[in-house]
């Protein structure tokens, strides 16, 4: 009995291991094989390296913080979403990553920077891909995260890292994962935003694009269809 247990772990490590992400990033469904259980993997995972410095602009506020943004694009419509951030990143950008322009010039001149991060997604009103230069407001308040126990913990040893996840309510235009643009506002409400950091975008669908501005993502994306 104690072999099979053991060997039931292993196996439902080996499931929760595939195509997730290093930071912890998945689903909210889970698989469970006798006592033991965990959460399934997103089908599709994306990756964003950024690097918020000291002489950066911010993009907005929020409840009296600076923010900055994120926006990804989403082709088709999905049931669920999950965001998550780490700081500072730990691992070099790999192939089919996203990166800031000027991720690599700042991370090597100080790759121990990083900040407590606090997330919120947003659903955008941006839902057609030749038209997101144009930008749009934001419609609705998905979910926000701040410490998520999920998470590693940074150099300092604290869970602080964020982790969120929506599930589309079809019923609710606000509410529902429709294609089209989301946003990722991100602060911290422990010191300033400054250092490297990594976010992740879990999904069912591929073709899922994040940049750091809507012109960039417009370029990105019809560069892509």
Request: charged share 20%.
């Amino acid at each position: 009995m104690k072999r099979k247990l053991i060997a039931v772990i292993f196996a439902v490590a080996a499931i929760a291991m595939t195509g997730c992400s290093t930071t912890g990033l998945k689903s909210s469904h889970t698989k469970g094989i006798g006592p033991v259980s965990t959460r399934l993997p997103y089908l599709n995972m994306v990756n964003y390296f950024g690097y918020v410095s000291p002489d950066v602009t911010p993009d907005g506020e929020y409840k009296g913080k600076d923010a900055y943004y994120l926006y990804f694009w989403v082709p088709a419509v999905i049931d669920e979403v999950g965001v998550s951030m780490y700081s500072p990143a730990d691992k070099e950008p790999a192939e089919g990553d996203f990166q800031h322009g000027l991720y690599e010039e700042l991370i090597a001149a100080d790759s121990e920077a990083f900040f407590d991060t606090y997330l919120v997604l947003e659903k955008m009103s941006i839902i057609d891909p030749a038209k997101i230069k144009d930008g749009g407001e934001a419609l609705s308040v998905l979910a926000t995260n701040d410490d998520s126990s999920e998470m590693p913990k940074n150099p300092a040893g604290r869970k602080y890292n964020s982790l969120l996840r929506h599930v589309s309510e079809a019923s609710d235009p606000l509410k529902a994962l429709t294609r089209g643009v989301y946003r990722i506002s991100f602060t911290s409400f422990r010191g300033s935003v400054e250092g490297s950091y990594l976010a992740n975008v879990g999904t069912n669908v591929p073709g899922v694009i994040i940049a750091s501005s809507l012109e960039e993502l417009h370029d990105m994306v019809n560069a892509a269809e």
